[in-house]
């Protein structure tokens, strides 16, 4: 099906729409890990942003990413779900983070996933799913470090305190682990069917 | 499901705050946040508590909404305090175990991010409650017409922003039905461990993508048919009107700002 700019852009609506869901349905967007309330859970919205890179190229991935980062940071100023949530009052950290996946993503799409033999498919979408959450736990503890070691920033709550700023820097890459894992399951078992479906349309 | 929705907290009523421009609020609760900042005493915290206990009351919501808002964030707030407390580097030591001191800036500091969170959590609820989600939307398109000079698609974003806003009622319905389809069927999405609990999670994206996209060729298909066009220039629906209130407000807040400063600077 050849996607006009009209249907590109209501598909982007609707991605958004299900990333506020995710955002607000707890279950739908993060896998809990143990110590909810410090931040240790498995994110999965990441991988919604690079299916519908994959699906719908890397602008309308950007718009999604960068979509999901302003409301990540919102939520961190005026209703942060976890202490791990505090790092994403930073705006580079919430929004640049996610701008990444769909940069990264886009390119992986480009080079790798298109005209890519179908008993090859499930394998690349696995190393996309795996790249999304690499690239998003990378860029997230990039910012963070950056924010604290070079900006030196303290946010609301979070003290200027080295031990501190480890502390949630392990958190994210505790998550990241776990998000890796996910990624690799979640996105070739997702996209493939969705691929197969606006094939059929 | 529904009340965990901060898109559907918005409480109908006729009073000042809902009466107010969305523009203005926006604006004034992203300002909010930086003139909190600005406060660093506790006569100063007092100010901006009166401040936000006289605008919720403005808004004619009872003050138990605002209280319900903050419960399920008592246990971070707790913890965020807590951590305040034990980890401030610097002030005189009161008491001392092993990696944890509790010093008196640190309890100080303590005290002034949980006045500081328990505000910002309230004047952000002040924006949800009394402002609807597509009046916000419409106040972000408007705030980023700026970004029209560097060829930024404002309108397109507006437009996918109100058409997202509208779509999420209809999917969270929907991924309520997938969701009882799938518990008839024998899956358990509360237990189990993390490989577990994601192979539950894909028989209800996979539909709830799919049905997505459906609708979304669905509505592209009808925008098409009734001739719609990206990059022209469109009437609007609704329209926002700033008013002599909306000014009132601005000043209020102004003169609050210069009270904050001669309190940080002068006494």
């Given at each position: 099906m050849a996607i006009t700019k009209i249907k590109k852009l209501v598909l982007t609506a609707l991605f958004m729409a299900i990333i506020l869901l995710q955002t607000q349905i707890p279950f739908l967007g993060y896998i809990p890990l143990g110590a909810v309330a410090v931040g240790v859970f498995a994110t999965?919205?990441?991988?919604?942003?690079?299916?519908?890179?994959?699906?719908?190229?890397?602008?309308?991935?950007?718009?999604?990413?960068?979509?999901?980062?302003?409301?990540?940071?919102?939520?961190?100023?005026?209703?942060?779900?976890?202490?791990?949530?505090?790092?994403?009052?930073?705006?580079?950290?919430?929004?640049?983070?996610?701008?990444?996946?769909?940069?990264?993503?886009?390119?992986?799409?480009?080079?790798?996933?298109?005209?890519?033999?179908?008993?090859?498919?499930?394998?690349?979408?696995?190393?996309?799913?795996?790249?999304?959450?690499?690239?998003?736990?990378?860029?997230?503890?990039?910012?963070?470090?950056?924010?604290?070691?070079?900006?030196?920033?303290?946010?609301?709550?979070?003290?200027?305190?080295?031990?501190?700023?480890?502390?949630?820097?392990?958190?994210?890459?505790?998550n990241g682990i776990a998000e890796m894992l996910v990624g690799m399951i979640y996105v070739p078992l997702i996209t493939q069917p969705l691929l197969k479906h606006i094939k059929n349309s | 499901m529904m009340n965990k929705l901060i898109v559907g907290r918005f409480v109908p009523k006729d009073s000042f705050v809902h009466r107010m421009d969305a523009r203005a609020k926006v604006l004034l609760s992203i300002a909010y946040i930086f003139i909190i900042f600005e406060v660093t005493n506790w006569l100063g915290y007092l100010i901006m508590g009166l401040f936000t206990i006289a605008v919720t009351s403005l808004t004619k919501v009872s003050l138990k909404t605002y209280i319900q808002g903050i419960k399920p964030l008592i246990w971070l707030i707790t913890f965020t305090v807590f951590i305040q407390m034990f980890f401030a580097p610097s002030g005189h030591v009161l008491w001392n175990y092993w990696i944890f001191k509790v010093t008196d800036?640190?309890?100080?500091?303590?005290?002034?991010?949980?006045?500081?969170?328990?505000?910002?959590?309230?004047?952000?609820?002040?924006?949800?409650?009394?402002?609807?989600?597509?009046?916000?939307?419409?106040?972000?398109?408007?705030?980023?017409?700026?970004?029209?000079?560097?060829?930024?698609?404002?309108?397109?974003?507006?437009?996918?922003?109100?058409?997202?806003?509208?779509?999420?009622?209809?999917?969270?319905?929907?991924?309520?039905?997938?969701?009882?389809?799938?518990?008839?069927?024998?899956?358990?999405?509360?237990?189990?461990?993390?490989?577990?609990?994601?192979?539950?999670?894909?028989?209800?994206?996979?539909?709830?993508?799919?049905?997505?996209?459906?609708?979304?060729?669905?509505?592209?298909?009808?925008?098409?048919?009734?001739?719609?066009?990206?990059?022209k220039p469109r009437s609007r629906y609704r329209i926002l009107v700033w008013h002599r209130r909306d000014t009132m407000a601005c000043l209020v807040f102004g003169l609050l700002l210069i009270i904050l400063i001669i309190i940080k600077h002068f006494i």
């Open positions: 999965i919205i990441q991988f919604t942003i690079a299916i519908a890179t994959i699906i719908l190229g890397t602008k309308s991935g950007i718009i999604i990413g960068g979509f999901f980062g302003i409301i990540s940071f919102i939520r961190a100023w005026s209703n942060p779900g976890s202490i791990g949530a505090l790092i994403f009052q930073n705006p580079f950290t919430a929004i640049g983070a996610r701008i990444m996946i769909a940069i990264i993503i886009g390119w992986f799409a480009k080079r790798y996933l298109i005209n890519s033999p179908q008993n090859q498919l499930f394998f690349k979408l696995s190393l996309a799913g795996l790249l999304a959450a690499f690239v998003n736990t990378a860029s997230v503890v990039m910012t963070t470090w950056l924010g604290f070691n070079v900006m030196h920033t303290t946010y609301n709550g979070i003290p200027n305190s080295n031990l501190f700023h480890w502390l949630l820097i392990s958190v994210v890459g505790f | 800036i640190g309890l100080l500091n303590a005290v002034y991010v949980l006045v500081r969170f328990i505000l910002i959590i309230m004047m952000s609820t002040v924006l949800t409650l009394t402002t609807s989600p597509l009046a916000i939307a419409d106040a972000l398109e408007y705030l980023m017409k700026p970004l029209l000079k560097i060829k930024f698609p404002v309108y397109e974003v507006s437009l996918m922003l109100s058409i997202a806003l509208r779509f999420v009622p209809t999917l969270m319905d929907e991924t309520e039905r997938i969701m009882n389809a799938q518990r008839a069927r024998g899956v358990d999405f509360a237990n189990g461990g993390i490989i577990k609990r994601v192979k539950a999670l894909v028989p209800i994206l996979i539909p709830l993508f799919t049905n997505a996209m459906k609708r979304a060729i669905e509505l592209g298909d009808a925008m098409e048919a009734r001739g719609y066009q990206i990059d």
